[in-house]
């Protein structure tokens, strides 16, 4: 370890409920955009493995995310990323 605290989603300063906030928020905006039917539970999970995702990618691309509209933003692009790649496999796009 770097000896840094980590808080939710990788990020420091990110606690528990902005976590679910933004998880919330980001499944939601990538269920419109892929006009998929999700529920609000799906719609938090898919939010919040999309920030780990997005978080994880941007890290590698060295790409900073800090802050609240950042954090939102790869968040959602990763969970459009997890609905994307689940439709190929499924088979249902």
């Known amino acids: 370890m770097d000896g840094q605290v980590y808080g939710a989603l990788g990020q420091p300063g990110m606690g528990f409920f902005m976590a679910i906030l933004v998880g919330a928020l980001a499944g939601w905006l ?4 892929t006009s998929a039917e999700m529920g609000l539970f799906a719609n938090i999970v898919m939010g919040i493995l999309g920030g780990l995702i997005g978080n994880y990618l941007a890290q590698k691309l060295n790409i900073p995310i800090y802050g609240f509209w950042r954090n939102l ?9 997890i609905i994307t790649i689940y439709r190929a496999i499924r088979g249902r796009y």
């Open 30 to 33: 990538a269920e419109k955009f």
């Open 73 to 81: 933003l790869s968040a959602t692009l990763g969970a459009i990323l």
